[in-house]
């Protein structure tokens, strides 16, 4: 985002009223996982399963954030001084940027934060058979009962026994920093180009590739068949794409 006017009142307004959009987004992003997730699940986990889409809330925060100043005539009136919608645009995207780069920082140093749901595997978790009208799980450490319930049998050590958990799918080595890498690169460019006065067709088939790109490799690396930094090489690519837009100046008459 280079080459921006000096930033006024009215871009300090916009740069908060985009964070604010945005991290209203994402609480409501998080309560949405957290009220249709599984019972029994840890609010940190709960929490950590909504990051992926942390992008796609940072595009809506600097998107409506720019539409809404347009319906206002705010971009007009600024296009009319000589200020490029663009570059208006920009101090959209940096304000949903700003939670992003906090998030994608408490990310890379706080190591509650599970990462795991970016590195999807081919983990089943505990076997359940059929066991009558109930279900057992395979090993015989538990029941699940018809009603739901568990309940464990005498030669199990059951639920408070200080036994190792099962082996649950694994976040490759540097997995942690590829996370938090991919998730800054990814909603600052998604913001950047919500914020655009035109969504060009080209814009439009970067991000489909960017998301296809983006899961195949973060399979690969769940896989250890890749280096778990390659995983955030599409976002990277995708942010250069929405960043070199910012030159072009192809929308000075837009707004």
Known sequence: MHGLPP???????????????????VALVV????LT?????????????????LPLAAAVGAGLTFRTARLRGEVRALAALGRSPRATGAFAAGGAGVVVAAVALAVLAVPAVDVSGFFPSAYAGEVLVPDGPAYREST????????GSLTYPASSPGPSANTAPPPGPAVPRGGRGAAALALLAAGVALAQLAARARWSPSDTGATALFLAASALLFHAAALGHVPAFTAAAPAMALLAWASLGYGRGDDLAEG
């Open 7 to 25: 930033r006024t009142a009215f871009d300090d307004r916009l740069i908060l009223r985009a964070a604010a959009l945005t991290a209203m987004t």
């Open 31 to 34: 309560g949405v996982t957290a």
């Open 37 to 53: 997730d599984e019972g029994n699940v840890p609010w940190a986990l709960r929490v950590s399963r909504s990051l992926p889409a």
């Open 140 to 147: 015989g450490r538990f029941r699940v009962e018809a009603d």
